[in-house]
Structure formats: structure tokens, C-alpha cells
């Protein structure tokens, strides 16, 4: 169980569930500790995808942002982080969107190019602009993102012919979830070399590897937890080794915020039926969504206690299916979890949900309404997003019925 050290105040300001509740204290004192633990061997990059919300208490830990749509740069506009902070990746770049970036921005910040389509409307741009701007070419592990390494080859080997590019080194990024380092070791030896051999064939000194290591989180009661010391020294050793002598960037999103959001949902029903006990909660699998939890059989880390914030300690044990609100037989979050003498208004503070979740639920399934998000930090309990009520979403608008068109 986890120091719940906002749970008193959330219970005093009669805060309601569902809710989010994001601890920027775990936040600040585990990403400074990952940045102790590699000793300076590499920057960090948030990809802040994992969780937008904490964009801007990332301001003051992390080195660069992986920015991948037009929503997540507005965001980053919106909370001031600064351009040459950001990495404006993603599979498909709207070229109206680039030139309104560099003409905003006057060419900062880096650009990665995923295709060949990439590079000519982002040269074509930055030419037209009279800029040379800062790219990386991200290198494809298999998938519909990067590019081969004959592209790249290709693209090393006639950059000269590319005058609005500077193009700084690669990206790669295989997945996440990887829970040894073997992966991790194959794929930077891979790179490693691939840079060695552009170098020797092309003359081509690349200044920067942003990588993705894809750590691994261990969600559920059963995962193995791993020592971050222990596994950042060893992953630093991974990076001793490298021949490539340029800056390393590690872009990581789920484990630097995994450890820092709570899920606060309530007991609203219970019932038995056919020998099974449901309890029915105030929230569900909209909100509610952990990496790899297969059918709901996976138990994850979640504490149960009373509408006062104090957990239940008397009664025996028993097994419940905890469901959601929605009206789907799919709505349940876990299957068979050991609840004591469960009560209507019941909280269940389910830990470990910094990433993802806060944005990967069905949100607009049933028009049900989106839960409220707080910040937690110096014993402070700040409300940051009220509800959000999605039937406004996902109904026509009043003029329609007039037939207008904005």
C-alpha cells in the first residue's frame, strides 16, 4: 500500500469520485532520481502522451519533450514549454502545421522525419523560409514508423542536397513493457553500429541518438518489482559501451510517470448473482485501463477503505467482480479481488495510474462524464479539470437543427 498523503484533504474538501489524483511530489522525487541514476550518461525526453496533464510540472525535471500530434503542441503552448525544449515527432506531420511552427518559432527545436514525405515537405518549408532546421531520422524497428535503413542510407549519402535539414542523428523506439535488458542491449548494439558504418561509408558524424528504452512497469500484484537503481545501473552500463560519442537522449514516458497517479473510484451497488458478488462502481473501464491486464484477471495494486478515507481492516476476505457503470458486459475492472465486508461508499484507490490511463479510456461511451484530476503537492490538493460532461460531445449542435454551418 502506498502513503496515500493526499487522501485526508481529498475527504475533508468532500471531494468526489471518480476522480484522478496525481502526486507531484512522487512525481519530482522519481524523475530526479532516474536523472541521478544515469550519472549524466544521457538527457531525458518526456513523451508526454504517457500523461499531457503533467506537461507542465515537467517543466523543471525533464531536458526535451516528445511532442507527436497538433493537440499535444498546443498543450505545450499553452503551459510555456519553450521550442528548443520540444521534439515534434509523429507518424503523420500536416504541413499547414509545420509551417505555422516554424514560422512561429523561427526554425527551433528538432523535427523527426519518418518518410520521405517528411523530408521533402519539411525541407521544401524550411528552404522556403530561409532556415535550416534540426531533424532526426527515425529508424523503423519493423512497423509503420521510421524509415528502413537503405532510406536512411540513402538519405545520409545525398544530405548535402537537403539545405533547409541539419540532420542531427537518429531516433528508434521498439515498444514498451521490455522486462530484461537484453532487448535494450541488442537494439543499441544495433544502432551503435549503424552509426559506425554511416560514418565510415558516408563521412557522416551523427551528434545525437534519441532512444527508447521502454522500461518496464510492473502494474499488477505478481509482476516482479525491480530495483531502480539496480536496473538504471545497469542500463547506464549498456551506455558506457557504445562507440557512438555523440549526446544519448532517452525518451521515456510511462516510467517516469507510472508511480505518481491514483484512481479514486466508490461503491455505488452490490449484488450476487448466481453465486458471484459484483460490486458496482462509480467509475469503470472508461477511466480505469492498465497495460497488459488481460480479461481483468490480473490483480493490480488498490486499496479499499471506508467513505472517511480509512481502510478496512475487519471481516474476512471475500471475492468480488469490481464492474463499472457502463451498461456493457466488458465493464469490469478486476475479476475475483479480496474485498473486506464492502460497503456503499466505499473508495477503491487503485495506485500506479500516472500513465495512460488519464487518456486511453473509452470516454465517450455511454456519455458519461469524464473524471475530475487534481494535482497533489507540498500538502496541497489542487483541482485541475472539473468533470467533463461528454453527452455535449457526443450530440448534435443546437444550430444544426436549422441546418447552419459554421
Known sequence: MADYHFLQKFVEEKSPTPSYVFDLDILSGHVEKIKQLLKGKARVCYAMKANPFLTRPMLDHVDLFEVCSPGEFRICERVGVP???????????????????????????????????????????????????????????????????????????????????????????????????????????????????????YGYQAEELEYGPGLFVPYFLKDKEEDATELLGAFGELLDKLTFGGNVILEMGRYLTYLCGFYLTSIVDRKVNHGQSYAILDGGINHLNYYGQAMAMKLPHCTQTDQAG???????????????????????????????????????????????SVTEGIYLFLSRPMPRIYFWQEGKLTLVRDAVHTDEINSEREESKNGQID
Request: glycine residues 10%; charged residues 30%; negative net charge.
Open 83 to 201: 521550442m528548443e525544449k520540444i521534439v515534434l515527432s509523429g507518424v503523420y506531420k500536416n504541413p499547414a502545421d509545420i509551417s505555422y511552427v516554424l514560422k512561429t518559432y523561427g526554425g527551433k527545436g528538432v523535427y523527426t522525419v519518418e518518410s520521405w514525405e517528411h523530408l521533402r515537405h519539411l525541407n521544401q518549408n524550411a528552404e522556403a523560409l530561409g532556415m535550416k532546421i534540426h531533424v532526426l531520422i527515425r529508424m523503423t524497428s519493423g512497423n509503420q514508423f521510421g524509415m528502413d535503413e537503405e532510406d536512411i542510407r540513402k538519405i545520409i549519402s545525398r544530405r548535402e542536397e537537403y539545405k533547409g535539414l541539419h540532420i542531427l542523428g537518429l531516433q528508434f523506439y521498439s515498444g514498451t513493457q521490455k522486462k530484461n535488458l537484453s532487448q535494450m542491449e541488442k537494439e543499441l548494439q544495433t544502432l551503435d553500429g549503424f552509426l559506425g558504418e554511416l560514418h565510415r561509408e
Open 310 to 356: 480509512k481502510p478496512r481492516t475487519e471481516g474476512e476476505e471475500e471475492l468480488w467482480n469490481l464492474c463499472g457503470s457502463l451498461c456493457t458486459v466488458s465493464d469490469v475492472i478486476v475479476k475475483l479481488f479480496p474485498l473486506k465486508k464492502p460497503e456503499i461508499s466505499d473508495m477503491l484507490i487503485f495506485e500506479r495510474v500516472g500513465a495512460y
